[in-house]
């Protein structure tokens, strides 16, 4: 039988059948000799060994369209990243560190703003004017109230999806209500500190319909992108392409040229100024980082 690797805990993987049905599953000691770990997401041949208690055995790992080494997962479409329009408010910079990490691994990016509710249309201005220009699909929802849910739906059908943002975003919510059961903790966000609690412990895929699966992972506080050389940082800024070809010299990286393409188009509105002075920062900390 062929089927998908939803969790792995323990040495143990549990693989979905795609009909509803998941087994618990052992690997075949071959893999470790090949030092192929199995990963969540993979897509596995396995043998059932006891159909009444769910039992079974991977025996082989089927190719994978790429593997994310943080969260270590395999076989994704889409990546959603969550963050709150208040408590916490964005941290515009950590998006941007996302959607690197994202741009890195190939993978198409949805933005999904949560609580809604809480904020007036001013903060969805502030989004909107800030990732408009990158072309990025904005969502604007509240989890808790449901509001949104079901256009978050429609772009995950049909696709394996990651759900990724810091903590206390309401990543955990936003999947409750999409499975229409309580299959995640969700954890208050403390007052003191503004972060989630006892929220996702481990990666694990959820099955949602048919060909769809869902993914929360842990929540992370800070990203550190090394994986581009400073001057490929470039190419995870789509709205620098367009004004490229306006720079006076081809390897301009947009940060102490004259006569800059990117530049101008800041000065003139075209590109956010917190999006550019995102990128300026963190052009200067690969810098650093790769002197060393």
Avoid: W
């Avoid at 693989?15 to 049905?21: A, L, W, Y």
């Avoid at 769910?54 to 790992?61: D, H, P, R």
């Avoid at 929360?216 to 550190?224: I, R, W």
């Amino acid at each position: 039988m062929q089927g998908k690797i939803v969790k792995g805990i323990g040495g143990f993987y549990y693989v979905h059948d795609g009909r509803g049905r998941v087994y618990e599953c052992k690997a075949r000691g071959i893999f470790r000799s090949r030092k192929i770990r199995p990963l969540v997401g993979d897509d596995v041949e396995f043998t059932v060994l006891d159909e009444t208690e769910a039992l079974g055995s991977v025996e082989e790992i089927l190719p994978r369209r790429n593997e994310l080494v943080r969260p270590a997962v395999a076989n994704i479409d889409q990546a959603v990243l969550v963050f709150a329009l208040k408590d916490p408010v964005p941290n515009f910079n950590l998006l941007d560190r996302f959607l690197i990490m994202m741009e890195c691994q190939e993978l198409p990016s949805v933005l999904v703003f949560n609580k809604e509710d809480l904020v007036g249309e001013d903060m969805e201005t502030l989004c909107r004017n800030v990732y408009g220009a990158a072309e990025y699909p904005l969502l604007f929802i509240s989890a808790r109230r449901e509001q949104g849910v079901e256009r978050v739906r429609e772009i995950l059908r049909g696709k394996t999806t990651v759900l990724a943002g810091p903590s206390g975003v309401g990543k955990s919510s936003l999947l409750n209500a999409l499975t229409h059961n309580q299959c995640m903790e969700t954890g208050e966000v403390s007052a003191r500190i503004g972060r989630g609690r006892h929220t996702t412990r481990h990666s694990e895929l959820f099955y949602l319909e048919e060909g769809t699966f869902l993914m929360d992972t842990p929540g992370f506080t800070s990203l550190e992108i090394f994986e581009k050389e400073a001057g490929q940082l470039q190419e995870c800024y789509p709205e620098f392409a367009a004004y490229r070809e306006a720079c006076r010299f081809p390897d301009c990286v947009h940060v102490g040229e004259r006569d800059c393409g990117v530049k101008t188009a800041v000065a003139e509105g075209k590109i956010s100024p917190v999006r550019y002075e995102n990128y300026r920062q963190i052009y200067q900390e690969i810098r650093e980082t790769k002197k060393y």
